[in-house]
């Protein structure tokens, strides 16, 4: 990010491919870009009209409790049908926050118990909240753009993910360490590729570490014929990374 706040490619090669490809006269290819942060304007904003901007919203109330349900997480009684629709509003549906408070729920110690959960850290969705209803006052409804609520809501769900890191630390110390460790993957490796990384440790421990990643849902699984591959979420592998460079440090933010 620049010094007046616009944002700039971190590699430069990235900002002269992309301006040669919107200046060519004619090119049949397209290109779809995902990025959870606005990207930058390509030439300028002289090319604007090659380009198509689409927001991608997080799931609606049904969609993410029917998600809750497939993870095993479902709400008993009235009060926790609550909690969980305002976990979902305050992370705005997004998937990767919501998978890994469902992953949280369905650990021990609270066994899918989301009333417990909700003693525990139910004051963080609070904090959010008021938060969020704070800066509705100290804002029109003109002055809030799409943008800003979107940069807002990445680095939510990053504090969020932060979170889970520093609770794994505590409660599962050698999932953590293979945790930030599968971060140097840049693709999708068999488990065995996964257990070298914490060799030292007994294969029970192991195996134990590598199941309390996948029941957190910290891990992407893609198949292939005859193989099952696993990998870290791009936004997991990010802090996966820094933590990696000084592990006791972040966990203990």
């Given at each position: 990010m620049?010094?007046?706040?616009?944002?700039?490619?971190k590699d430069?090669l990235?900002?002269k491919?992309?301006d040669?490809?919107?200046?060519?006269?004619?090119m049949?290819s397209?290109?779809?870009?995902t990025?959870?942060?606005r990207l930058p304007v390509?030439?300028e904003?002289?090319?604007l009209?090659r380009?198509?901007?689409e927001?991608?919203?997080?799931?609606?109330p049904?969609?993410?409790?029917?998600l809750?349900?497939?993870?095993?997480?479902h709400?008993?009684?009235?009060s926790?049908h609550?909690?969980?629709?305002?976990i979902?509003?305050v992370y705005?549906?997004?998937?990767?926050?919501?998978?890994v408070?469902a992953g949280?729920i369905?650990?021990?110690p609270?066994n899918?118990?989301?009333?417990a959960?909700?003693h525990?850290?139910g004051?963080?969705?609070?904090?959010?909240?008021?938060?969020?209803q704070?800066?509705?006052?100290?804002?029109t409804a003109?002055?809030v753009?799409?943008?800003?609520?979107?940069v807002?809501?990445t680095?939510l769900?990053?504090?969020?993910?932060?979170?889970?890191?520093?609770?794994l630390?505590?409660?599962s110390p050698?999932?953590?360490?293979?945790l930030c460790?599968?971060?140097?993957?840049?693709?999708?490796v068999e488990?065995?590729?996964?257990?070298i990384?914490?060799?030292d440790?007994s294969?029970e421990?192991?195996?134990?570490?590598?199941?309390t990643?996948?029941?957190?849902?910290?891990?992407?699984?893609?198949?292939?014929?005859?193989?099952v591959l696993?990998?870290l979420?791009?936004?997991?592998?990010?802090?996966a990374?820094q933590?990696?460079?000084?592990p006791?440090?972040?966990?203990a933010?």
């Amino acid at each position: 990010m620049g010094a007046r706040g616009e944002f700039h490619y971190k590699d430069p090669l990235f900002t002269k491919f992309f301006d040669l490809f919107t200046q060519a006269e004619t090119m049949p290819s397209r290109l779809i870009l995902t990025s959870q942060d606005r990207l930058p304007v390509m030439v300028e904003g002289r090319y604007l009209e090659r380009s198509h901007l689409e927001w991608l919203k997080g799931l609606n109330p049904e969609e993410a409790l029917e998600l809750f349900g497939i993870w095993e997480v479902h709400p008993q009684t009235d009060s926790e049908h609550e909690y969980l629709q305002r976990i979902i509003s305050v992370y705005e549906g997004h998937p990767l926050a919501l998978r890994v408070i469902a992953g949280e729920i369905r650990e021990s110690p609270y066994n899918c118990d989301i009333q417990a959960y909700w003693h525990d850290y139910g004051e963080e969705t609070i904090a959010i909240e008021q938060q969020k209803q704070a800066s509705d006052l100290r804002s029109t409804a003109d002055s809030v753009t799409l943008a800003n609520y979107s940069v807002s809501l990445t680095d939510l769900v990053k504090c969020r993910v932060e979170r889970t890191f520093t609770r794994l630390h505590v409660s599962s110390p050698l999932a953590y360490v293979l945790l930030c460790m599968g971060a140097t993957y840049r693709c999708s490796v068999e488990r065995t590729a996964w257990l070298i990384l914490i060799a030292d440790s007994s294969k029970e421990a192991q195996l134990i570490a590598f199941q309390t990643l996948q029941r957190r849902f910290l891990l992407e699984t893609d198949y292939t014929v005859g193989r099952v591959l696993y990998r870290l979420h791009s936004l997991i592998r990010s802090i996966a990374l820094q933590h990696l460079t000084n592990p006791e440090s972040k966990a203990a933010r």
